[in-house]
């Protein structure tokens, strides 16, 4: 696992070190899964293994994380994303976010915690998703104050929840506009909900 | 609706933020007196003015900062400072 | 009523004979000369600075008394206000004075001789969660014990008083029960201002409207300019010109802090917008008043058939008075929740006026550290209730500059000495 | 059925009479067109009395055709107040007359009109003050001449919707001028968006020549063409600080109504002008009209308002009335030039219809319908919202902009008059200079957002005004004839009135509005304030800039609840547990946001359970924040009344927190998980609040702290499994954490492997009394790892229990909770942990007040048990000093305890009464009073924790 507790001097070591295959349960009962389909979609990826990583400026970590604050990138195989100016999140298969956090030197001001659980990812893509996201959100989607690759802080249908722009290739090879909004694990329910309605116009 | 400058974010409206009131400095709570720590804890300067004031960008970047705002026109003056000290400068 | 007999008196057989004669009436109040003196100067002409300065004229004989306002008569929060008068305080100390303006209310169509449009139309105040109905259960006890008529009621209940609540059970907020208090009700705001107006004119009252105050002089303060504790209270400065006398009294509310600044009084307070609105008038239907503490909203129904809404204050301090769209969209959002049939009536007007929020929801009243400056300050959102009883015991602390025993709990030293008043209590409890 | 007012049909209307539409007016069936207003379907039906007045009850018809029309306000089905004037018709549609009894013709209350002599504005506060018992009699009399329609009751929610927007240039109205800014503004490159209250575009074109409408015409295909998005039958509702706008889409498709909230970098106001009605006896008669009313029926509806015209012109609006009037065969008995020295007096007429009109010269002429032009409104609202105060210009007979901020335009014929082409052309320039100032502004935002695509080159120059101004054409001021009129046709309030106001003092607009109610009504003040003023400064003999005028305030146009409240936002929180509850009968509770399970069914038989065998619930809201770094004892020291410098790896320690004011703002259990790694725990209610005051002291008192916080509330599901056998229980799911006794001890943590979830972390501690763990699991494997405690446990006697359980449980050991047992003024010395307040340690939030606090009387809570045992006195009951109505204190915390078969309380209670075995009176809400005995100890069960520590 990607953070572990494991500084407990009394905890005694588990002798098999194999996770059992416990699947994840996301708390998001899809109840209408056409509703969640059409010219703008909704995804759960909920399941993804987070990990928030919080460094002061002057520490190593920063410096190997990097990005501007406000902006987000693919890296490999996992998602960078600088959501405030002392915190980053990385996203991705677990054993690749795993890996990128152990590389990382958390000497200094810099510590890392898991947000698997805590944290929630949807994905709403497609050519209105900008228009779905202005229903319930007050940021500008506009591509020249939210272009790909930006990400920021805010209230969705009144969740506090962080949204970032990661546009996808379609199967044609055109780009397509694409949101991750990641939220409290038990607003879950409710903002996909949320979510299903406010797209629901645009198909 | 406000549209409050946050030094890291940028303009976002102000049921973004937490609204934290008149800047005024915390006295030494070993020294202080029992006036002089409740006029700390109660009196305000409340102008209808410019007035130094404490903001909290919680859906944002998740700082506290600064501004300094007229009460009247909601004008605002001076950049605002990304807040290390509640006292008023 | 002293001079009163002077007054043109209001009654339907006057209206009726003017009506004849096609004559008019004569003026509300007199436009005077502004004096160079007056034994006692009130700053600010709505409810309280009227009350006040005619309890002073009629109950202390002091009628040598100025009010200034900055603009018209009743501009501020006496004319923004939702109108709504009550009782069923949580503390004792809340309850009695209150309950004295309640009082005051009811007698005052006769006592002034003007028709103020008291509603006796009963006051209900929504419980949505156990730790509410927890609250509202600890102010009808200690009504109960003030002798206050004011009670804990159920949902079918509730229903039978006000059609228009939902009352069903898997609503996001469901109404559990309410304090029903059945002595509240509306009054006519401006009719209170103009009764009070009217009545402290007859007995020889100055008032003096656009008149704004400038500066308040002192001499002998440890401030600069002599201001400040320890000195006295010498006139004021206003637009027109200056004003000299001894007791300066500030009722301006909003604007509390700005005036006492001058004359180097801070206060406890920050000034915060109370926003309201009204819709387009229908046929009546809610009988009732009707708040909602967890939802912020206050709703009544007047003869006009208009719906006045309140809420709670705005967080942002500011003097600023136009009002917001998200006060009325969170408005509407809670009014719906509340009783579901009303989407298709109308949002017409809008307004706000300025609160002087206290820390401990309690009103900052009599004298100061400056001889002869008093305030009447602090009134939050609970002003226009308070008005008569402030008036009345405001005057007595002028006319024998002390502090009366009713309003003892409110003086300004309590903040320095730790002991603040009570009702806040219920405003934190009950999340 | 006849169409009796029905023109021939016409190219300039914009009824469709290939499309006939059935409905119901007053009960009588009735036919009209697509395109049909539903007062022009009325009126080609002939009838032509629409409604009654508020205070006498006069029969009223058309004034100004224009949602404005005060006379025109009409009930359709459930909907109460619909404007006729504007409103289309649609098939099937149930319309009646509102403020009639009992029928629109024949109506009881207008017997008030003969005593309107007496019935003077502001009658009412002048009279019904003897004998007071009266006046609520009186009151409901006059409830029931409350204007307005009928609120059904059970009208259904419906759709409705918002969203938000940020446009560059927004454009209030969509006449010449208006849809020329949008032209201009989107060709220049901005974002746009034309907002009409309308259901077309093209403003006064539309009832104009038909060249006008050609000319509508190409600016709405330039508008399309540019990228405009266009809005019809919207309105901007408001404009609010920094350019936030409301703008009612009433247009949707799929909603009812929505509401957009556009933050706007530059706002463009063409509103046009308002036709302003003028004042003469017998104003309000059906029959007389407004030249926009008669050019807008006829030309776009095809409906003839009359036979016979007298038309009173002041301008070119009632030039153009005489020309359509012509064109639709009616005759024009007088064209009365009010540019000459002539006017009308007043007008005459049956209970139901204009008859006659005098005129300032003597005669007296017949006819069914006087038209009046005399002068226009200047719809300033949105410039007045941006804080512009209109100036006056008696030359031209109305307000116009004095000065709004930079942000905010005006344009067209609020601006000044000028011909359709010169009206177009200031359009335009107004759209250039609106998109040159919103691409400054946009850069300059750009530029200034973190997230935001980086911005080329230097900020561009905001430009400068440089507008050729329309000019302002000379009009006479119009506003009273001769004789007394109506001013406020909504409040029934004459020029009489006003005159009468003034003179008894209420002589300022803002007293006189007030006094008299004019302006007050549906309609705004839109057709009524300037007239009210200038009738004001009639009465004062002065002019109308020295008495100034009201302030318009939002909504520019009414706007209905269900668009402002729109799809309702209540987010609700739940645990990974909740699909488990759901599916077990669990009988849910709110608790702030959270929806937790009460009971399952009987909740003393789960407590009975728990302390007998185990019982399990979930205690997911408990507040968890992450805290990592060096300073971390620091911090807790800080905000803790505790000392934490020294809690060991591996330990749990309690503390109370307070505000700086000295009063209990929280509480919980914090573990020391790692060298620099802390996990605290708050109330569940307390816990968005604690991580801001955590957040605030780090950043704002100590920013030299080196300490992350992470809240993980929702990240680690929580269960508490509680009673005797909860270590046998727990044992068979754990394999690398050691339960024995002294292995792990009361108020320690340990983390491990539980149901082979890893990273969970277990913790000793109880808040029911019993030897109890709570488990921290993370979320993605909660309910995996409840399900494994349920099914393991099945021998051992293991069932959930709920909220209510868990209450009793912990009343039984006396364990207070904040903002129950504590209030808004409980310092922290009355929850009695007086040993947990260590004036010892240097600074802690709220350390002096509480050492003051020390020094002086406080409520202390208390353990209280009533003398008879099966008495359970309600929460809030209060104690009274014994025979006297004296407060001394209340019961803050009361149920039946199973455990002991007795009743069970908490009370807060002054510090004379705070002493064990204290007889204390208690007056119940029924009026009883009863005794009850102050305990030894706060638990009630077990006060040794025998059980606990077992």
Same mark, same amino acid.
């Given at each position: 696992?990607?953070?572990?507790? !494991?500084?407990? #001097?009394?905890?005694?070591?588990?002798? !098999?070190?194999?996770?059992?295959?416990?699947?994840?349960?996301? #708390?998001?009962?899809?109840?209408? #899964?056409?509703?969640?389909?059409?010219?703008?979609?909704?995804?759960?990826?909920?399941?993804?293994?987070?990990?928030?990583?919080?460094?002061?400026?002057?520490?190593?970590?920063?410096?190997?994380?990097?990005?501007?604050?406000?902006?987000?990138?693919?890296?490999?195989?996992?998602?960078?994303?600088?959501?405030? #100016?002392?915190?980053?999140?990385?996203?991705?298969?677990?054993?690749?976010?795993?890996?990128?956090?152990?590389?990382?030197?958390?000497?200094?001001y810099?510590?890392?915690?898991?947000?698997?659980?805590?944290?929630?990812?949807?994905?709403?893509?497609?050519?209105?998703?900008?228009?779905?996201?202005?229903?319930?959100?007050?940021?500008?989607?506009?591509?020249?104050?939210?272009? !790909?690759?930006?990400?920021?802080?805010a209230?969705?249908?009144?969740?506090?929840?962080?949204?970032?722009?990661?546009?996808?290739?379609?199967?044609?090879?055109a780009?397509?506009?694409?949101y991750?909004?990641?939220?409290?694990?038990?607003?879950?329910?409710?903002?996909?909900?949320?979510?299903?309605?406010?797209?629901?116009?645009?198909? | 609706?406000?549209?409050?400058p946050?030094?890291?974010?940028?303009?976002?409206?102000?049921?973004?933020?937490?609204?934290?009131?008149?800047?005024?400095?915390?006295?030494?709570?070993?020294?202080?007196?029992?006036?002089?720590?409740?006029?700390?804890?109660?009196?305000?300067?409340?102008?209808?003015?410019?007035?130094?004031?404490?903001?909290?960008?919680?859906?944002?970047?998740?700082?506290?900062?600064?501004?300094?705002?007229?009460?009247?026109?909601?004008?605002?003056?001076?950049p605002?400072?990304?807040?290390?000290?509640?006292?008023?400068? | 009523?002293?001079?009163?007999?002077?007054?043109?008196?209001?009654?339907?057989?006057?209206?009726?004979?003017?009506?004849?004669?096609? @004559?008019?009436?004569?003026?509300?109040?007199?436009?005077?000369?502004?004096?160079?003196?007056?034994?006692?100067?009130?700053?600010?002409?709505?409810?309280?600075?009227?009350?006040?300065?005619?309890?002073?004229?009629?109950?202390?004989?002091?009628?040598?008394?100025a009010?200034?306002?900055?603009?018209?008569?009743?501009?501020?929060?006496?004319?923004?206000?939702?109108?709504?008068?009550?009782?069923?305080?949580?503390?004792?100390?809340?309850?009695?004075f209150?309950?004295?303006?309640?009082?005051?209310?009811?007698?005052?169509?006769?006592?002034?001789?003007?028709?103020?449009?008291?509603?006796?139309?009963?006051?209900?105040?929504?419980?949505?969660?156990?730790?509410a109905l927890?609250?509202?259960?600890?102010?009808?006890?200690?009504?109960?014990?003030?002798?206050?008529?004011?009670?804990?009621?159920?949902?079918?209940?509730?229903?039978?008083?006000?059609?228009?609540?939902?009352?069903?059970?898997?609503?996001?907020?469901?109404?559990?029960?309410?304090?029903y208090h059945?002595?509240?009700g509306?009054?006519?705001?401006?009719?209170?201002?103009?009764?009070?107006?009217?009545?402290?004119?007859?007995?020889?009252?100055?008032?003096h409207?656009?008149?704004?105050?400038?500066?308040?002089?002192?001499?002998?303060?440890?401030?600069?300019?002599?201001?400040?504790?320890?000195?006295?209270?010498?006139?004021?400065?206003?637009n @027109?010109?200056?004003?000299?006398?001894?007791?300066?009294?500030?009722?301006?509310?909003?604007?509390?802090? @700005?005036?006492?600044?001058?004359?180097?009084?801070?206060?406890p307070?920050?000034?915060?917008?109370?926003?309201?609105?009204?819709?387009e008038?229908?046929?009546?239907?809610?009988?009732?008043?009707?708040?909602?503490?967890?939802?912020?909203?206050?709703?009544?129904?007047?003869?006009?058939?208009?719906?006045?809404?309140?809420?709670?204050v705005?967080?942002?301090?500011?003097?600023?008075?136009?009002?917001?769209?998200?006060?009325?969209?969170?408005?509407?959002g809670?009014?719906?929740?509340?009783?579901?049939?009303?989407?298709?009536?109308?949002?017409?007007?809008?307004?706000?006026?300025?609160?002087?929020?206290?820390?401990?929801?309690?009103?900052?009243?009599?004298?100061?550290?400056?001889?002869?400056?008093?305030?009447?300050?602090?009134?939050?959102?609970?002003?226009?209730?308070?008005g008569?009883?402030?008036?009345?015991?405001?005057?007595?602390?002028?006319?024998?500059?002390?502090l009366?025993?009713?309003?003892?709990?409110?003086?300004?030293?309590?903040?320095?000495?730790?002991?603040?008043?009570?009702?806040?209590?219920?405003?934190?409890?009950?999340? | 059925? *006849?169409?009796?007012?029905?023109?021939?049909e016409?190219?300039?209307?914009?009824?469709?009479?290939?499309?006939?539409?059935?409905?119901?007016?007053?009960?009588?069936?009735?036919?009209?067109?697509?395109?049909?207003?539903?007062?022009?379907?009325?009126l080609?039906?002939?009838?032509?009395?629409?409604?009654?007045?508020?205070?006498?009850?006069?029969?009223?018809?058309?004034l100004?055709?224009?949602?404005?029309?005060?006379?025109?306000?009409?009930?359709?089905?459930?909907?109460?107040?619909?404007r006729?004037?504007?409103?289309?018709?649609?098939?099937?549609?149930?319309?009646?007359?509102?403020n009639?009894?009992?029928?629109?013709?024949?109506?009881?209350?207008?017997?008030?009109?003969?005593?309107?002599?007496?019935?003077?504005?502001?009658?009412y506060?002048?009279?019904?003050?003897?004998?007071?018992?009266?006046?609520?009699?009186?009151?409901?009399?006059?409830?029931?001449?409350?204007?307005?329609?009928?609120?059904?009751?059970?009208?259904?929610?419906?759709?409705?919707?918002?969203?938000?927007?940020?446009?560059?240039?927004?454009?209030?109205?969509?006449?010449?001028?208006?849809?020329?800014?949008?032209?201009?503004?989107?060709?220049?490159?901005?974002?746009?968006?034309?907002?009409?209250?309308?259901?077309?575009?093209?403003?006064?074109?539309?009832?104009?020549?038909?060249?006008?409408?050609?000319?509508?015409?190409?600016?709405?295909?330039?508008? =399309?063409?540019?990228?405009?998005?266009?809005?019809?039958?919207?309105?901007?509702?408001?404009?609010?600080?920094?350019?936030?706008?409301?703008?009612?889409?009433?247009?949707?498709?799929?909603?009812?109504?929505?509401?957009?909230?556009?933050?706007?970098?530059?706002?463009?106001?063409?509103?046009?002008?308002?036709?302003?009605?003028?004042?003469?006896?017998?104003?309000?008669?059906?029959?007389?009209m407004?030249?926009?009313?008669?050019?807008?029926?006829?030309?776009?509806?095809?409906?003839?308002?009359?036979?016979?015209?007298?038309?009173?012109?002041?301008? $070119?609006?009632?030039?153009?009335?005489?020309?359509?009037?012509?064109?639709?065969?009616?005759?024009?008995?007088?064209?009365?030039?009010?540019?000459?020295?002539?006017?009308?007096?007043?007008?005459?007429?049956?209970?139901?219809?204009?008859?006659?009109?005098?005129v300032?010269?003597?005669?007296?002429?017949?006819?069914?319908?006087?038209?009046?032009?005399?002068?226009?409104?200047?719809?300033?609202?949105?410039l007045?919202?941006?804080?512009d105060?209109?100036?006056?210009?008696?030359a =031209?007979?109305?307000?116009?902009?004095?000065?709004?901020?930079?942000?905010?335009?005006?344009?067209?014929?609020?601006?000044?008059?000028?011909?359709?082409?010169?009206?177009?052309?200031?359009?335009?320039?107004?759209?250039?200079?609106?998109?040159?100032?919103?691409?400054?502004?946009?850069?300059?935002?750009?530029?200034?957002?973190?997230?935001?695509?980086?911005?080329?080159?230097?900020?561009?120059?905001?430009?400068?005004?440089?507008?050729?101004?329309?000019?302002?054409?000379?009009?006479?001021?119009?506003?009273?004839?001769?004789?007394?009129?109506?001013?406020?046709?909504?409040?029934? *309030?004459?020029?009489?009135?006003?005159? /009468?106001?003034?003179?008894?003092?209420?002589?300022s607009?803002?007293?006189?509005?007030?006094?008299?109610?004019?302006?007050?009504?549906?309609?705004?003040?839109?057709?009524?304030?300037?007239?009210?003023?200038a *009738?004001?400064?009639?009465?004062?003999?002065?002019?109308?800039?020295?008495?100034?005028?009201?302030?318009?305030?939002?909504?520019?146009?009414? %706007?209905?609840?269900?668009?402002?409240g729109?799809?309702?936002?209540?987010?609700v929180?739940?645990?990974?547990?909740?699909?488990?509850?759901?599916?077990?009968?669990?009988?849910?509770?709110?608790a702030?946001?959270?929806?937790?399970?009460?009971?399952?069914?009987?909740?003393?038989?789960?407590?009975?359970?728990?302390?007998?065998?185990?019982?399990?619930?979930d205690?997911?809201?408990?507040?968890?924040?992450?805290?990592?770094?060096?300073?971390?004892?620091?911090?807790?020291?800080?905000?803790?009344?505790?000392?934490?410098?020294?809690?060991p790896?591996?330990?749990?320690?309690?503390?109370?927190?307070?505000?700086?004011?000295?009063?209990?703002?929280?509480?919980?259990?914090?573990?020391?998980?790692?060298?620099?790694?802390?996990?605290?725990?708050?109330?569940?209610?307390?816990?968005?609040?604690?991580w801001?005051?955590?957040?605030?002291? +780090?950043?704002?008192?100590?920013?030299?702290?080196?300490?992350?916080?992470?809240?993980?509330?929702?990240?680690?599901t929580?269960?508490?499994?509680?009673?005797?056998?909860?270590?046998?229980?727990?044992?068979?799911?754990?394999?690398?954490?050691?339960?024995?006794? /002294?292995?792990?001890?009361?108020?320690?943590?340990?983390?491990?492997?539980?149901?082979?979830?890893?990273?969970?972390?277990?913790?000793?501690i109880?808040?029911?009394?019993?030897?109890s763990?709570? %488990?921290?699991v993370?979320?993605?494997?909660?309910?995996?790892?409840?399900?494994?405690?349920? $099914?393991?446990?099945?021998?051992?006697?293991?069932?959930?229990?709920?909220l209510?359980?868990?209450?009793?449980?912990? +009343?039984?050991?006396?364990?207070?909770?904040?903002?129950?047992?504590t209030?808004?003024?409980?310092?922290?010395?009355?929850?009695?942990?007086?040993s947990?307040?260590?004036?010892?340690?240097?600074?802690?939030?709220?350390?002096? $007040?509480?050492?003051?606090?020390?020094?002086?009387?406080y409520?202390?809570?208390?353990?209280?048990?009533?003398?008879?045992?099966?008495?359970?006195?309600?929460? =809030?009951?209060? *104690?009274?000093?014994?025979?006297?109505?004296?407060?001394?204190?209340?019961?803050?915390?009361?149920?039946?305890?199973?455990?002991?078969?007795?009743?069970?309380?908490?009370?807060?209670?002054?510090?004379?009464?705070?002493?064990?075995?204290?007889?204390?009176?208690?007056?119940?809400?029924?009026?009883?009073?009863?005794?009850?005995?102050?305990?030894?100890?706060?638990?009630?069960?077990?006060?040794?924790?025998?059980?606990?520590?077992?």
């Amino acid at each position: 696992m990607l953070v572990s507790w !494991n500084t407990m #001097p009394t905890s005694i070591p588990k002798e !098999n070190g194999s996770v059992a295959d416990i699947q994840f349960e996301s #708390p998001v009962i899809i109840v209408d #899964p056409a509703a969640a389909c059409g010219s703008v979609t909704l995804t759960d990826e909920s399941s993804m293994t987070k990990a928030s990583v919080r460094a002061a400026d002057d520490t190593a970590a920063a410096s190997a994380l990097g990005l501007a604050f406000g902006s987000a990138e693919h890296r490999g195989d996992v998602f960078v994303a600088r959501i405030r #100016p002392d915190e980053w999140m990385v996203f991705g298969a677990a054993d690749m976010v795993v890996a990128m956090i152990a590389e990382l030197d958390l000497g200094g001001y810099a510590s890392t915690v898991d947000i698997t659980h805590s944290r929630l990812m949807f994905r709403v893509t497609g050519g209105e998703a900008a228009k779905a996201m202005e229903k319930v959100c007050s940021l500008d989607f506009s591509d020249h104050m939210a272009p !790909n690759g930006s990400c920021a802080g805010a209230s969705v249908a009144k969740v506090g929840c962080d949204v970032i722009r990661d546009d996808i290739v379609g199967a044609d090879g055109a780009t397509i506009r694409s949101y991750r909004i990641l939220c409290d694990r038990s607003f879950g329910q409710y903002l996909f909900d949320a979510l299903v309605d406010a797209k629901a116009e645009f198909g | 609706m406000l549209l409050v400058p946050c030094p890291n974010c940028g303009p976002r409206n102000a049921t973004d933020m937490n609204y934290r009131g008149e800047a005024h400095s915390r006295p030494d709570p070993d020294a202080a007196t029992k006036e002089e720590w409740r006029t700390y804890l109660y009196l305000r300067d409340n102008p209808s003015g410019w007035l130094r004031e404490n903001w909290y960008c919680s859906s944002g970047c998740r700082r506290h900062f600064q501004l300094e705002r007229h009460t009247l026109t909601g004008e605002l003056r001076n950049p605002p400072l990304p807040g290390r000290k509640t006292a008023g400068a | 009523m002293g001079k009163s007999s002077k007054l043109a008196r209001y009654s339907a057989a006057g209206l009726f004979w003017r009506g004849i004669r096609k @004559q008019s009436w004569p003026r509300v109040w007199r436009q005077p000369a502004m004096k160079s003196t007056y034994d006692v100067v009130i700053i600010g002409g709505g409810v309280h600075g009227l009350a006040t300065a005619f309890y002073l004229a009629s109950n202390h004989g002091i009628n040598d008394v100025a009010v200034v306002d900055k603009a018209y008569l009743g501009s501020g929060g006496s004319g923004r206000n939702t109108a709504i008068v009550r009782s069923n305080y949580l503390t004792p100390e809340g309850v009695a004075f209150y309950d004295r303006s309640l009082d005051l209310y009811n007698s005052m169509s006769a006592d002034l001789n003007i028709n103020v449009m008291f509603s006796e139309r009963g006051h209900l105040t929504l419980a949505h969660t156990d730790s509410a109905l927890r609250t509202m259960n600890w102010r009808a006890e200690v009504n109960k014990l003030q002798d206050i008529n004011s009670s804990l009621i159920a949902p079918e209940e509730i229903k039978k008083l006000a059609p228009s609540l939902d009352i069903s059970t898997d609503t996001r907020y469901p109404i559990l029960g309410a304090l029903y208090h059945p002595p509240g009700g509306t009054i006519r705001h401006d009719a209170v201002v103009w009764g009070y107006a009217r009545a402290a004119d007859s007995h020889g009252v100055d008032l003096h409207q656009q008149t704004e105050v400038l500066d308040i002089l002192c001499e002998g303060g440890e401030g600069p300019e002599g201001k400040g504790a320890g000195g006295r209270v010498i006139g004021v400065r206003t637009n @027109q010109g200056d004003i000299h006398a001894p007791v300066v009294v500030n009722c301006t509310a909003g604007w509390a802090s @700005q005036l006492s600044n001058m004359a180097g009084v801070r206060l406890p307070i920050t000034t915060h917008p109370l926003q309201a609105a009204v819709t387009e008038p229908t046929k009546t239907f809610l009988p009732t008043v009707v708040v909602s503490g967890s939802l912020h909203v206050y709703v009544s129904q007047t003869d006009r058939g208009e719906l006045v809404f309140g809420a709670s204050v705005d967080p942002v301090a500011t003097y600023d008075q136009r009002g917001t769209l998200q006060f009325t969209e969170e408005l509407a959002g809670h009014v719906l929740e509340l009783m579901p049939g009303l989407s298709k009536m109308r949002l017409m007007r809008q307004w706000a006026g300025l609160c002087d929020m206290t820390p401990d929801y309690s009103p900052v009243m009599g004298p100061t550290q400056v001889d002869g400056y008093f305030v009447d300050v602090g009134w939050g959102t609970y002003g226009f209730k308070a008005g008569p009883v402030s008036g009345e015991q405001m005057a007595a602390s002028v006319a024998n500059n002390n502090l009366p025993e009713l309003i003892a709990p409110f003086a300004l030293s309590r903040f320095t000495e730790g002991v603040l008043v009570g009702e806040k209590g219920a405003a934190a409890v009950g999340h | 059925m *006849i169409m009796s007012n029905r023109l021939p049909e016409s190219s300039s209307e914009v009824v469709d009479r290939s499309k006939p539409i059935r409905f119901d007016w007053n009960g009588k069936k009735m036919k009209g067109f697509e395109g049909d207003t539903i007062a022009s379907a009325i009126l080609a039906n002939g009838d032509h009395i629409l409604s009654r007045s508020l205070k006498y009850h006069r029969p009223r018809g058309v004034l100004t055709h224009d949602f404005w029309d005060p006379n025109l306000m009409v009930q359709v089905g459930d909907e109460p107040n619909v404007r006729a004037g504007h409103r289309r018709l649609e098939a099937g549609m149930k319309i009646s007359a509102q403020n009639v009894w009992p029928s629109l013709k024949f109506d009881a209350k207008a017997a008030n009109g003969i005593a309107g002599r007496f019935l003077t504005a502001g009658f009412y506060y002048k009279t019904f003050m003897k004998p007071a018992r009266l006046w609520p009699v009186y009151e409901k009399v006059l409830a029931r001449f409350a204007p307005g329609g009928e609120v059904d009751l059970n009208t259904p929610h419906g759709y409705h919707d918002k969203r938000y927007a940020h446009p560059d240039v927004v454009v209030a109205g969509a006449g010449p001028a208006g849809l020329a800014a949008a032209i201009a503004a989107a060709q220049c490159g901005a974002s746009v968006l034309l907002v009409e209250h309308e259901y077309e575009v093209g403003g006064h074109l539309l009832w104009g020549t038909d060249d006008d409408r050609a000319a509508a015409a190409t600016l709405l295909a330039q508008a =399309a063409a540019a990228g405009v998005e266009i809005l019809t039958n919207s309105t901007v509702t408001g404009r609010y600080e920094d350019n936030w706008l409301g703008i009612a889409q009433r247009s949707h498709p799929i909603a009812v109504e929505r509401l957009i909230k556009a933050r706007a970098k530059v706002l463009v106001v063409a509103a046009g002008l308002i036709e302003r009605p003028y004042v003469f006896q017998g104003n309000d008669l059906p029959g007389v009209m407004t030249s926009g009313a008669v050019s807008r029926l006829i030309n776009m509806y095809g409906v003839k308002p009359g036979k016979c015209a007298v038309v009173l012109a002041a301008n $070119e609006s009632g030039d153009q009335a005489v020309e359509d009037l012509k064109r639709a065969d009616v005759e024009v008995a007088r064209v009365v030039d009010a540019r000459g020295s002539t006017t009308v007096n007043c007008a005459k007429g049956s209970r139901t219809r204009i008859k006659s009109v005098e005129v300032s010269d003597g005669s007296s002429i017949d006819c069914d319908l006087l038209v009046t032009a005399v002068g226009w409104t200047a719809p300033t609202s949105l410039l007045n919202m941006s804080g512009d105060r209109p100036v006056y210009d008696a030359a =031209a007979a109305r307000f116009f902009p004095n000065s709004p901020p930079d942000n905010v335009l005006a344009t067209g014929g609020i601006t000044g008059d000028g011909s359709r082409d010169e009206l177009i052309a200031h359009g335009r320039a107004t759209g250039e200079l609106a998109a040159g100032r919103a691409n400054a502004a946009r850069h300059r935002i750009q530029a200034a957002t973190a997230s935001a695509a980086a911005v080329a080159g230097d900020e561009p120059e905001y430009p400068s005004d440089n507008r050729a101004p329309l000019t302002r054409a000379d009009h006479p001021e119009l506003h009273r004839s001769s004789t007394h009129g109506l001013v406020d046709y909504s409040e029934d *309030i004459s020029s009489k009135d006003l005159f /009468g106001a003034a003179a008894e003092g209420f002589d300022s607009v803002e007293l006189l509005k007030r006094f008299t109610t004019a302006t007050m009504g549906p309609s705004q003040g839109k057709l009524e304030t300037v007239n009210t003023v200038a *009738i004001l400064a009639e009465a004062r003999a002065e002019t109308i800039e020295q008495v100034g005028t009201t302030v318009w305030r939002p909504p520019y146009a009414p %706007i209905s609840l269900g668009a402002l409240g729109g799809r309702v936002f209540e987010p609700v929180r739940v645990s990974s547990i909740h699909p488990w509850h759901e599916a077990n009968g669990y009988t849910p509770i709110l608790a702030g946001q959270w929806v937790r399970p009460e009971h399952y069914g009987d909740p003393h038989a789960e407590v009975r359970n728990t302390r007998t065998n185990v019982g399990i619930t979930d205690v997911t809201p408990l507040g968890k924040l992450d805290l990592q770094g060096p300073d971390v004892p620091k911090l807790l020291s800080q905000l803790y009344t505790n000392k934490w410098m020294k809690l060991p790896v591996g330990g749990v320690r309690y503390g109370i927190m307070c505000a700086e004011d000295g009063v209990v703002l929280d509480d919980g259990v914090t573990a020391r998980l790692g060298e620099d790694h802390y996990l605290m725990t708050t109330t569940s209610s307390g816990a968005g609040g604690v991580w801001n005051w955590v957040e605030n002291w +780090l950043q704002t008192e100590h920013p030299e702290w080196q300490v992350h916080v992470t809240p993980l509330t929702t990240g680690l599901t929580s269960i508490n499994i509680a009673g005797p056998n909860s270590r046998k229980l727990l044992s068979r799911l754990v394999d690398c954490i050691d339960l024995g006794p /002294g292995a792990f001890e009361y108020m320690q943590v340990r983390t491990g492997t539980i149901a082979e979830v890893d990273n969970c972390i277990v913790w000793r501690i109880g808040f029911t009394g019993e030897l109890s763990y709570e %488990i921290h699991v993370p979320s993605g494997h909660g309910l995996h790892v409840w399900n494994a405690l349920l $099914e393991q446990g099945e021998d051992l006697g293991v069932a959930p229990f709920g909220l209510e359980a868990q209450r009793i449980m912990r +009343l039984e050991k006396g364990h207070f909770i904040v903002g129950q047992d504590t209030d808004g003024l409980s310092k922290a010395p009355t929850t009695g942990m007086i040993s947990l307040l260590k004036l010892d340690k240097d600074d802690w939030a709220g350390k002096t $007040e509480v050492a003051w606090a020390l020094e002086d009387d406080y409520p202390v809570i208390v353990a209280v048990q009533p003398t008879d045992p099966k008495i359970v006195p309600e929460e =809030a009951c209060q *104690i009274l000093r014994d025979g006297t109505r004296e407060i001394v204190g209340r019961i803050t915390s009361s149920r039946h305890s199973p455990t002991l078969e007795r009743s069970v309380c908490l009370a807060q209670v002054s510090r004379e009464f705070a002493v064990a075995g204290t007889t204390l009176t208690v007056l119940l809400a029924n009026g009883e009073r009863i005794n009850a005995r102050v305990m030894e100890h706060h638990a009630h069960f077990d006060p040794e924790g025998e059980r606990l520590r077992g």
